[in-house]
């Protein structure tokens, strides 16, 4: 049964001072993204996350309690790999390397503005991506997949992320319906939502071949795990008939085990 929906990137936000945490998710928030919660300490943030594992840790250097900004983002970093954008008012060579030692996907100079932060959280989960994909993390495919300029869409786990006005909207795997291609652009069609990509059918599916998503016809490709019933010339999906072309049709059924 599909239990998740069309999500924007989840932030946590590390920051002591109630006014710029404050100033961060207000900023953040009318950019279209979600809070998930902000942490004044290092093991607050720790405690939240295990709780409530966000997309992107937007996380202060200098931190009351005992664990430093730093610190902190080593301690999510081994619960879970997450993307860490720093924030800092000190730019000393010192905190640099010790900033550098956590492989941080950004680091941003306070006072920061809304533009450099949405340009940062953009590449970190870009950079995310790429990074997650190699070997060393295997329980984490991440798989950038870049189509035109200004275009990209990015996998990570059962996640698909797509650029929508400006910023990454996650995607469960499972929420997709269908693809339908339309000259050089294809619709991924979801119960709630449609995202019209600059791309062929055949790219977008060389570039999902995690999904279980099929061509049926010259122009519509279907997730199998949507599909409700089919016959010999039609598939039914939740609120949609596609049709089952003759020349797609082997290729379809072989996917199915007979019992």
């Known amino acids: 049964m599909l239990t998740t929906s069309t999500e924007p990137t989840s932030i946590l936000i590390v920051e002591d001072e109630a006014i710029l945490a404050l100033d961060l998710c207000v900023r953040l928030e009318a950019e279209g993204y979600t809070i998930v919660g902000t942490a004044t300490t290092g093991r607050q943030a720790l405690a939240l996350y295990e709780q409530q594992p966000a997309d992107i840790i937007i996380c202060d250097i200098n931190l009351r309690g005992d664990w430093t900004g730093i610190d902190t983002a080593r301690k999510l970093k081994a619960h879970r790999p997450v993307p860490v954008i720093y924030l800092s008012a000190l730019t000393d060579r ?3 390397d010790l900033a550098k030692d956590t492989k941080p996907a950004a680091y941003l100079t306070k006072p920061v503005t809304t533009d450099s932060l949405r340009i940062a959280i953009e590449i970190a989960l870009s950079n995310f991506a790429e990074l997650s994909s190699k070997p060393k993390t295997p329980d984490l495919q991440s798989i950038p997949l870049t189509a035109r300029e200004g275009e990209a869409i990015l996998q990570v786990g059962e996640y698909i992320f797509i650029k929508q006005n400006y910023q990454f909207v996650r995607l469960h795997q499972a929420e997709v319906l269908y693809a339908e291609a339309e000259d050089k652009y294809t619709t991924l069609v979801t119960t709630t939502r449609k995202f019209v990509l600059r791309l062929s ?15 049926v016809h010259r122009s519509y490709a ?7 019933s089919f ?3 039609e598939i039914q999906v939740p609120g949609q008939t596609l049709p089952l072309g003759r ?10 085990r007979v019992r």
Not at 222 to 228: I, S, T
Not at 247 to 256: E, G
């Open 94 to 96: 010192m905190t640099l």
């Open 201 to 215: 059918l055949a790219v977008l599916l060389q570039r999902l071949m995690d999904m279980t998503l099929v061509r």
């Open 222 to 228: 279907v997730n199998l795990g949507r599909v409700d």
């Open 231 to 233: 016959n010999d010339y």
């Open 247 to 256: 020349v797609y049709k082997d290729d379809f059924l072989r996917h199915f």
